[in-house]
């Protein structure tokens, strides 16, 4: 029988690229999201490329008696709970919204797992749980460390609210995945990230910039002890990282886990400095980006990258798309974003 998977934030960035491949892989999907930061439209997007309409409820998952109505509805084999807020900087504006969101949303799914008993959850994590590591690259044994932000910190419990749900209810098994750098877009640049206002993230600042969005980018330090000074990261293309969901769930409905609660790195284990991003970037599109390199930002951590050895081996998962078709991506799916924009000027 097809299994069914509910997707929460299923509207949002790497929601929407996973729903297109769980989709292409055979599954049902069924979306909730309370579009806090995301839009309708990317239901079109996910119906042009799989050809199939996805059940969709506008639903936020701090709402447990909506949620409730969700999971009554419809049987599922997994979860796959992305639906969080995510923007570093404002969790440092507004601790409580973010503690209030990332930890009731969970601690709701869980709950109703338990109810409905839906024995499978795959969490979205982050490399932010290991702040600046001492050794590099990051291997899931490296130890976490405090979060520099109450975002990070969200990511941190909720990983220690799963660990502790597994521990003491049998019937609920979690893979969390860590997440690096996500960018790009899907191939068909039906799909893609939708930042609101001001990008806070590089490539959605960098494609808003080569657009005429943004009048100059700005690289924020140079003075890093990297080799060319600026910050290091693991860029993963985000269709590849959405393929690590659909593997996380086969091994998980498939009952291929060898502990209840398993924990993978998801990079490409090659990190990659923001000038590096930059020079690729106008490279591989043939055009020139108006930068300067300013001062550090706060909270920025200098390097990190992935050890992928255990995602890789365990689950059969790598990640395939060079860092030059993921910029291409991206631009394609600026250009399309501007496209559409004019058309509805
Ligand atoms: N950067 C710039 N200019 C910009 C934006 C970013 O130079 O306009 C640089 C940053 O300083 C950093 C790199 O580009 O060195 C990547 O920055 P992003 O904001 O794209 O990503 P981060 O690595 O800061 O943050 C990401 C996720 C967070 C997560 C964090 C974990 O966005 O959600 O990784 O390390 F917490």
């Known amino acids: 029988m097809t299994k069914r998977v509910l997707v929460t934030g299923g509207t949002g960035y790497i929601g929407s690229h996973t729903t297109v491949e769980l989709l292409e892989a055979g599954y049902d999907v069924v979306i909730v999201d309370n579009l806090s930061n995301s839009e309708r439209s990317v239901l079109g997007g996910i119906r042009k490329i799989t050809g199939r309409t996805v059940p969709f409820h506008k639903v936020d998952c701090g709402n447990l008696a909506r949620l409730r109505r969700v999971f009554a509805r419809y049987g599922f084999d997994a979860v796959i709970h992305f639906a969080a807020s995510?923007?570093?900087?404002?969790?440092?504006?507004?601790?409580?919204?973010?503690?209030?969101?990332?930890?009731?949303?969970?601690?709701?799914?869980?709950?109703?797992?338990?109810?409905?008993?839906?024995?499978?959850?795959?969490?979205?994590?982050?490399?932010?749980?290991?702040?600046?590591?001492?050794?590099?690259?990051?291997?899931?044994?490296?130890?976490r460390r405090e979060a520099t932000s109450p975002y990070g910190n969200t990511k941190h419990i909720c990983e220690d609210i799963i660990r502790d749900s597994v521990a003491a209810y049998p019937e609920v098994h979690s893979i969390a995945l860590r997440y690096f750098n996500p960018i790009g877009a899907h191939p068909s640049a039906e799909i893609g990230e939708l930042p609101r206002g001001v990008p806070n993230?590089?490539?959605?600042?960098?494609?808003?910039?080569?657009?005429?969005?943004?009048?100059?980018?700005?690289?924020?330090?140079?003075?890093?002890?990297?080799?060319?000074?600026?910050?290091?990261?693991?860029?993963?293309?985000?269709?590849?990282?959405?393929?690590?969901?659909?593997?996380?769930?086969?091994?998980?409905?498939?009952?291929?886990?060898?502990?209840?609660?398993?924990?993978?790195?998801?990079?490409?284990?090659?990190?990659?400095?923001?000038?590096?991003?930059?020079?690729?970037?106008?490279?591989?599109?043939?055009?020139?980006?108006?930068?300067?390199?300013?001062?550090?930002?706060?909270?920025?951590?200098?390097?990190?990258?992935?050890?992928?050895?255990?995602?890789?081996?365990?689950?059969?998962?790598?990640?395939?798309?060079?860092?030059?078709?993921?910029?291409?991506?991206a631009w394609a799916w600026q250009r399309h974003l501007d496209a559409k924009n004019k058309k509805n000027q």
């Open 86 to 143: 995510k923007a570093v900087g404002e969790s440092v504006e507004q601790p409580l919204l973010y503690y209030r969101n990332n930890l009731v949303s969970l601690m709701n799914i869980l709950q109703l797992m338990r109810e409905f008993r839906v024995p499978n959850l795959v969490f979205s994590s982050s490399c932010t749980v290991y702040g600046q590591a001492e050794k590099l690259p990051v291997s899931e044994q490296t130890p």
């Open 201 to 329: 993230n590089l490539i959605p600042f960098v494609t808003q910039t080569a657009a005429g969005i943004r009048p100059m980018l700005s690289i924020f330090g140079d003075d890093y002890n990297t080799p060319d000074g600026s910050c290091i990261r693991d860029y993963i293309n985000v269709r590849d990282l959405a393929k690590a969901h659909v593997v996380a769930v086969g091994r998980m409905v498939d009952g291929r886990m060898k502990a209840p609660f398993e924990v993978f790195n998801v990079g490409t284990g090659r990190g990659v400095s923001t000038l590096e991003v930059v020079r690729t970037f106008e490279q591989v599109n043939n055009l020139k980006l108006i930068y300067k390199i300013v001062g550090r930002r706060a909270g920025d951590i200098e390097a990190v990258w992935a050890d992928p050895a255990f995602a890789n081996k365990e689950l059969g998962w790598k990640a395939e798309t060079s860092l030059e078709d993921t910029l291409r991506s």
